[in-house]
């Protein structure tokens, strides 16, 4: 069913993720495949760990709102996850918490406000900006999309869609970089023709978003 009403309540948001973890799971080795060519081949098997860790932790929480579910994931992740993706992840998580508060669900907007918070949270961990051949190659675009997609009066669906498409476009652009961040960017120009892993997993975590919350019925 079409998110028509726009309501993210804590079930939605469950789906949201063990959909991500779903994704993560079936794509764990092309994950680790994309981490071996420039990184330390470990991506697809630390956030396959971490999903699972989160999920577990979710569903031991079922009453659990959008603000305190999110903080739950964003601590798993970073206590789960190795190498820079659990800490970059889990501050994704925790600034979305923050966002959204102990209020009761998030409307459109309320989740657009929380990822772009939880957008700024990695940039700032990371000290990484667009280009730098990193998840917000992907991620940013994806929130701008959301957000314009929503500020010109679309659908939840329609906007996720829209935001999904960024995310791989953003990811797809990331062959073509030099990296400059990460153990990538030792290997400076050789870094080109290889897409970031990073930017990878971030695609699943919004295409993820569309095919979970653009299709709740958005009831409490």
């Known amino acids: ?52 860790a989160a999920v577990a932790a979710i569903d031991a929480d079922p009453d659990a709102g959008p603000g305190p579910l999110l903080k739950l994931v964003g601590r798993t992740l970073v206590s789960t996850v190795g190498g820079a993706a659990g800490p970059l992840y889990g501050t994704l ?23 772009r918070a939880g957008l700024e949270g990695v940039v700032a961990r990371g000290r990484t900006e667009i280009g730098d051949k990193t998840m917000v190659d992907a991620l940013a675009p994806a929130v701008d999309a959301l957000e314009r997609e929503l500020a010109a009066g679309a659908v939840l669906d329609t906007a996720l869609a829209a935001a999904a498409l960024a995310a791989a476009a953003g990811r797809d652009d990331t062959a073509g970089r030099v990296a400059r961040k990460g153990r990538a960017s030792y290997l400076g120009e050789r870094s080109i023709g290889h897409q970031d892993p990073g930017s990878a997993s971030a695609t699943l975590l919004v295409e993820a978003a569309a095919a979970a919350l653009g299709t709740v019925d958005g009831q409490a």
């Not at 009403?5 to 994309?34: C, K, M, P, Y």
Request: aromatic residues 6%.
């Open 93 to 115: 998580f925790l600034r979305m918490a923050a966002a959204a508060g102990d209020t009761g669900p998030l409307d459109a907007a309320g989740f657009a406000k929380a990822l």
């Open 1 to 52: 069913m079409t998110n028509t009403s726009n309501n993210i309540d804590g079930r939605a948001l469950r789906a949201w993720l063990h959909e991500f973890a779903r994704q993560v799971a079936e794509n764990s080795d092309h994950l680790t495949a994309l981490d071996s060519e420039i990184g330390d081949a470990d991506h697809g098997s630390n956030m396959h760990r971490g999903m699972a």
